[in-house]
């Protein structure tokens, strides 16, 4: 069992670090995702930049280009996030090292919305990075489809979700999809 979050992220982000086949992984995630119904239908997507040893959205991003979608990728601004419509521009690194657009952004219109995450339990909580930006985001974004991208390994019975925590619709991972009503899936 954990002893804490803190524990927890730690032990996720070696996991990650040390996962073999990442590619091979990140390639059935992007099947994964391209074959639910909402990404197919959807125009607007919320979608993070893939950072470190995260399961990979750059392919994904690439993808839903191609297929004329409309991508918008995140950026802090003080405490909050807002989103910045993405057409392949340049990106700028933030105090974290993570690329972000420059442009006005947006903070609702989303359809989809795609969450980073370290761990995810059997309800769909997620445990991200500490920070609260898409805890604070989802509060205010209840219409969208949430969808949580990560690893098969980086899911868990024990999650330390909070009263504000807001589950994720579906969980994608490299082992198949999970339905929030329906846990049993995966």
Partial sequence: MWKDKAQLRKEM??????????AKRDAEIFTHFFSLPQVEKSKKFFIYMSFGSEADTRAMIAELLKRGKEVYLPR???????????????????????????GEGRTEGADVIVLPMLAADKQLHRLGYGGGYYDRFLQDENSA??????????????????????????????????????????
């Fill in 13 to 22: 982000k070696e996991r990650r670090q040390a996962a073999p086949d990442r």
């Fill in 76 to 102: 802090v601004e003080g405490r909050d996030m807002v989103f910045v419509r993405y057409t392949g521009q340049p990106l700028q690194k933030n105090r974290y090292g993570i690329e972000e657009p420059a």
């Fill in 145 to 186: 489809f949430k969808v949580g991208i990560c690893y098969d390994f980086q899911r868990t019975d024990e999650l330390f979700a909070q009263e504000y925590d807001v589950p994720a619709d579906v969980l994608v991972t490299d082992k198949g999809i999970q339905r929030r009503d329906k846990a049993e899936e995966m």
